[in-house]
């Protein structure tokens, strides 16, 4: 069974900056478009940044201009850094992973959550003072 694992969740101050990093399996990572997914209590699960390639990279205008999703081909890691979080910003995130699809950019992944093939199983960033 295919494999996501996430780190670098925690508690962190409103303001405050965060790093999260996803490994997937090689054949994975090379053959899919990822992406991290957030779900805060009662709410549905929902993309907040996805990339196809290292240059093709989209991002939900709730975290724009404060998340950058990364890709590293010789770690097989996607990353989120998180900078200015919010309070509305706690929530559990998932990496995840699905087969490209031809013609699509990455906005496409983040729309279709319950598209996504591979998922981690999620940590929580908390943000408060």
């Known amino acids: 069974q295919v494999q996501l694992v996430e780190s670098g969740g925690g508690l962190v101050q409103p303001g405050g900056s965060l ?4 490994a997937a399996p090689r054949t994975i990572f090379r053959r899919n478009a990822m992406g991290w997914f957030r779900q805060a209590p ?3 699960r929902e993309g907040v940044s996805c990339i196809t390639a290292f240059d093709n990279t989209f991002h939900a205008n709730s975290v724009k201009g404060r998340f950058t999703i990364s890709m ?3 770690k097989n890691t ?3 850094q998180m900078n200015s979080l919010k309070r509305e910003d706690t929530a ?3 990496c995840a992973g ?3 699809v031809v ?3 990455p906005e496409y992944y ?3 959550v319950y598209e996504m093939n591979y998922w981690g199983k999620g940590t929580l960033v908390d943000v408060t003072s």
Do not use: F, P
């Open 19 to 22: 790093r999260l990093s996803c």
């Open 42 to 44: 009662g709410k549905e």
């Open 72 to 74: 590293d081909n010789a």
């Open 78 to 80: 996607v990353d989120l």
């Open 92 to 94: 559990v995130y998932y």
């Open 98 to 100: 699905r087969r490209k």
């Open 103 to 105: 013609g699509y950019g």
């Open 110 to 112: 983040c729309a279709g």
